[in-house]
């Protein structure tokens, strides 16, 4: 099966504010709603450096052409160090002599060594990073320096080793704040903050017991010919998850739903969305929204535990990764995972794929997903998942 599909002050203390609120997903200290914050965030934490007078600035059109294309430079260069597990080459892109610079750096080296440990584990080889940029703002900071946010669609595609003929792709949505610094002809990074997919998984081990990737590798995907209710639901989801394709791209519904990611994170939110705009669920009393939605709708775990208790759904399996992933093998499209940390469930996605083995692919909110496995992103050991199947 080949799946491919075409989104600090002020604001960190409204997202520990936001922690509190009865919206239980998986919200962390790199979200931020760039929508709604640009201009502070291009204003604070920025240090004013004496006025240049060596050239005159720029226009806001011409800042956004010259810096699409110096930006979508570098993170094309980064994807490809990342893919590839070139450290070396990826550091050259920050001033890790600047603290916050070495900290973004860190990060994203962390981050291909977990790719890579993931890759290893799921007995697979990523051939291929590409990165699609839409720009929000850019800002002449004086002296080279430039402030610039922006939307970013990261597409992986992967394929098992014993079957490199069939690949499979999914997307990544983030959200980003950065300045570049010029260094002679070059631009480099000195500050990054964006939502992180990975923040649960960078304590994946660097060596997974060879009898699970030999289970993983040696799995068929099942027949399955989803209902037009299904089919509506999956449509649904693959459109209004923020990297929809052309006019939805980086785009909830915003006509039809509130964005709950303000009040703590939508995940529960748009998987309530693809249920009922299958048409195989009706609002009750209990599962509504009208303007805005009942706990049981917009909260990761009482949905969960309204689906196993309200006769729409039943628990699969619940544990860890090391407990599950048997199991997983029976998620099928419209289906739920339901993550725990620390004794509560804080998020939830929606399968609506699945790879050429079988392997569950989700799409979510907080951040953006569409068709990703289901653990990547929540590999930690303190992750619990909820196996969720939905009766469509």
């Not at 299958?278 to 309204?306: E, M, R």
């Not at 496995?373 to 998942?385: A, E, H, R, V």
């Amino acid at each position: 099966m080949n799946t491919k599909f075409p989104k600090i002050s002020t604001i960190l203390l409204a997202m520990i504010l936001a922690q509190k609120a009865i919206f239980a997903t998986d919200v962390i200290p790199f979200e931020i709603e760039l929508e709604t914050s640009e201009e502070e965030i291009l204003e604070e934490n920025t240090e004013s450096p004496e006025p240049s007078t060596s050239s005159p600035k720029l226009s806001e059109e011409e800042l956004m052409t010259k810096f699409f294309d110096i930006l979508s430079g570098i993170i094309l260069n980064r994807n490809e160090y990342v893919l590839n597990h070139d450290i070396e080459s990826l550091e050259k892109l920050y001033d890790t002599d600047i603290k916050v610079s070495r900290y973004a750096f860190e990060h994203e080296s962390i981050k291909a060594d977990y790719l890579a440990n993931w890759a290893q584990k799921q007995g697979i080889t990523f051939s291929d990073i590409d990165s699609f940029i839409k720009m929000r703002k850019v800002r002449d900071r004086e002296n080279g320096l430039f402030g610039m946010t922006c939307n970013i669609n990261t597409t992986y595609t992967y394929h098992y080793n014993n079957e490199p003929e069939v690949s499979t792709s999914f997307s990544l949505g983030t959200s980003h704040y950065i300045h570049l610094q010029q260094k002679g002809e070059d631009y480099v990074i000195v500050k990054e903050w964006y939502t992180d997919p990975f923040s649960d998984s960078l304590e994946l081990k660097g060596k997974e017991p060879q009898e699970l990737t030999d289970f993983i590798v040696s799995q068929n995907a099942p027949d399955f010919t989803p209902s037009e209710t299904l089919k509506k639901g999956l449509e649904y989801a693959h459109t209004y998850c923020g990297i929809g394709a052309g006019e939805h791209m980086f785009k909830y519904n915003s006509k039809s739903y509130m964005d709950c990611n303000p009040l703590g994170g939508d995940c529960a939110n748009f998987a309530s969305q693809i249920m009922f705009e299958s048409g195989a669920f009706k609002k009750n009393g209990t599962w509504n929204y009208d303007g805005d939605g009942t706990a049981t709708w917009v909260n990761a775990q009482k949905l969960t535990y309204y689906l196993m208790n309200s006769g729409r759904g039943g628990r699969i399996a619940h544990g860890s990764y090391e407990k599950v992933y048997k199991s997983a093998f029976n998620l099928r499209p419209g289906d739920i995972v339901a993550y725990e940390k620390k004794g509560r469930i804080t998020h939830v996605s929606t399968v609506t794929a699945l790879d050429n083995k079988g392997y569950p692919l989700v799409t979510c909110h907080n951040t953006d997903r569409l068709v990703v496995p289901y653990d990547l992103g929540w590999s930690n050991s303190n992750i619990t998942f909820h196996l969720i199947d939905v009766y469509y």
